[in-house]
């Protein structure tokens, strides 16, 4: 989809479930405008409700002593330290993602086959947990809340057309309507055929003085069925 900001969008591929599962600081959410707001607070009260490690976090420790033995090529020191990790937060799936690194380089193809599955399934677990949290949030009309988890589980699976789409409504709903149409674009790149998207991007055009594009955005919903 081309932006009347003159960008042209192109559908990501998938992110490994693994690498993905911390959205803290992630480059591809740096939205602006955030005002006053504490958002350190929010992200602080968000990732200890879902049990994610800290930096002080001892298994972080552990898994980052081990990438390091990863990086010098001692593949052994570093699965035991992966293994440290998980033995501490069995629901880490960087230190499960890692581990399946280690084990490669070891020529344990089978074992290493095993974390990624793993990894996998908690990456699909958490993303579905943000999203449910943000639809909870999103219910009792605490949009701002509610779009940092959708924007944690984008940090797990980024090309989720829904996730987008509800990161967009809320960053409307709070005023920020260039965020908004971002998310938006980004949600209609993966998923077209989806007339809410479409009647939503119209409403935050005609809010930034885009009547024209506006239009041709309500069009596009009206023959979807919208």
Not at 79 to 93: D, H, Y
Not at 191 to 198: K, L, S, V
Request: proline share 4%; glycine share 10%.
């Amino acid at each position: 989809m081309h932006s009347p900001h003159g960008r042209h969008l192109a559908p990501a591929g998938d992110i490994p479930f693994g690498e993905g599962i911390s959205f803290y600081g992630h480059p591809s959410y740096d939205p602006v405008g955030r005002g006053s707001i504490d958002y350190s607070k929010i992200y602080q009260s968000l990732l200890e409700a879902d049990a994610l490690p800290g930096d002080g976090d001892v298994a972080a420790e552990w898994l980052r002593r081990g990438l390091e033995f990863l990086e010098a090529g001692e593949f052994q020191r570093a699965l035991w330290c992966f293994e440290a990790a998980s033995e501490r937060e069995p629901e880490n799936g960087k230190a499960l993602q890692a581990a399946a690194r280690a084990l490669h380089r070891l020529g344990r193809e089978k074992e290493a086959f095993a974390r990624i599955e793993r990894a996998a399934k908690i990456g699909s677990a958490r993303f579905d947990g943000w999203l449910e949290r943000g639809f909870g949030l999103m219910d009792e009309e605490r949009h701002e809340e509610a779009c940092w988890c959708f924007e944690a589980a984008l940090g797990i699976k980024d090309d989720d057309p829904t996730a987008w789409l509800m990161r967009g409504m809320m960053e409307k709903a709070v005023g920020r309507c260039e965020d908004a149409l971002f998310s938006l674009e980004r949600s209609l790149d993966l998923d077209p055929q989806r007339g809410t998207a479409w009647a939503l991007t119209a409403e935050v055009m005609e809010i930034l003085g885009q009547p024209d594009e506006a239009a041709i955005c309500r069009e596009t919903a009206e023959k979807l069925g919208l």
